[in-house]
């Protein structure tokens, strides 16, 4: 005699881990999930600023990726693992915990997911992890680049920890990897180098600049990128997820068209930037301050950083919203949350209020 089987009414509650999800990636990806109806919980550091997870509908673990016991804690009775978390900075007088924590951790945490068995990983690497081809056409996941033409340790890290998560895809762990570009939008706290150049520009520190570029994607595309690859990513994979590629001074018309405030009409030869990035660096070191220049942030710039997002458009249906918008919301957001000096900001409130914004991005020509 057969068994009837039925299926529930109620169905069944996914519990998914976020990594990171204090800071700017992390947090849109946790927000994401919360939207789509799974229980959340997030890692953070006893130390760790926690603002960004005030009034998030997730249950917090206090743990640490170089800690292993407290990740299985963490991970115990979950379905996913979203693992953004990472040491996103081109500037640490110890570079041995950007190591520590974006390799070291990386391995220890889809070691644990391994033991918890999983049912599904995403990892969240760099498009710095991808090579730029010789002729300057945008990279795409099948442009290889070897440790040894990784500049910086930030890069160098990241590098080394998406090996981490392909030796695991091999050893039978779940995991689909994910390559965001230079995401921008809200809640970049910190804010990421991203972030700061947009945050630099509007407070006025940004008298020129030099000729480089780079693939911008709003933040939630990200995020709704990172749930697409759960869903339908493969195995082992990698997805560029990002969007339109500018040039640095496209980028600031941009700017410039959103605030009222002039754009830096000087660009400045690379040696000189690279320079001025030596003797920032040198001074930091003195005051044990951060540099107003990083040098690993110049050396990236000496390529323009263009991709192309054509493979997780079409697998994962990834969104690409204009990055006008995006830009926008992040400048909102730096308005309403006091990164931007009282004077300029009421500024650029006024010139907001007497103009109107177009979604279409504005079409460039090129400089011979």
């Known amino acids: 005699m057969s068994k009837l089987f039925f299926a529930s009414r109620h169905p069944v509650m996914v519990t998914a881990l976020v ?19 799974k229980e959340v919980r997030v890692l953070s ?12 509908k997730a249950e917090t673990f206090l743990g640490d990726l170089r800690h292993p016991q407290s990740l299985h804690h963490a991970l115990e009775g979950c379905d996913e693992l979203y693992h953004v978390a990472a040491q996103y900075t081109f500037y640490n007088p110890q ?20 033991d918890q068995k999983l049912k599904r990983v995403v990892y969240t690497s760099t498009v710095g992890t991808i090579g730029i081809p010789k002729d300057g056409s945008p990279g795409n996941e099948n442009t290889t680049l070897t440790l040894e033409e990784c500049q910086g340790h930030y ?7 998406e ?7 091999k050893r039978g762990l779940n995991v689909v990897i994910v390559n965001p570009s230079a995401p921008i939008g809200v809640r970049d706290i910190k804010p990421t180098p991203t972030g700061k150049l947009i945050v630099d520009f509007l407070n006025g520190k940004m008298p020129a600049f030099i000729d480089t570029g780079l693939n911008l994607v709003d933040v939630e595309d990200v995020a709704q990128g990172h749930l697409l690859a759960a869903k339908q990513g493969r195995a082992g994979e990698r997805y560029i997820l990002g969007n339109q590629n ?26 000189v930037a690279w320079s001025a990035a030596q003797l920032s660096e040198a001074l930091a070191k003195i005051t044990q301050r951060a540099p107003a220049i990083e040098l690993e942030a110049v050396l990236l710039g000496k390529k323009k950083m263009f991709f192309s997002a054509n493979k997780a458009v079409k697998e994962l249906n990834l969104p690409q919203t204009n990055v006008k918008i995006a830009l926008k919301k992040a400048v909102d957001w730096y308005l309403e949350n006091n990164y931007i000096k009282p004077k300029i900001k009421e500024k650029i409130l006024g ?8 979604i279409p991005a504005p079409v460039f020509k090129e400089e011979n």
């Open 19 to 37: 990594t990171g999800a204090t800071g700017f990636v992390g947090n849109a990806v946790a927000r994401a999930l919360i939207d789509e109806g």
């Open 246 to 271: 500018l040039s640095l001074k496209q980028i600031l018309q941009i700017l410039s068209g959103l605030t009222g405030l002039k754009a830096p009409r000087w660009k400045i030869p690379y040696s």
């Open 155 to 161: 890069k160098r890290s990241k590098f080394l920890a």
């Open 351 to 358: 010139y907001q209020a007497n103009s109107s914004f177009d």
């Open 163 to 169: 090996q981490e998560a392909i030796q695991f895809a």
């Open 95 to 114: 570079p041995q915990e950007i190591y520590g924590s974006n390799v070291e951790g990386t391995r220890n945490i889809l070691q644990a997911a391994l």
């Open 45 to 56: 550091r006893k130390s760790s600023n926690r603002d960004l997870l005030k009034g998030l």
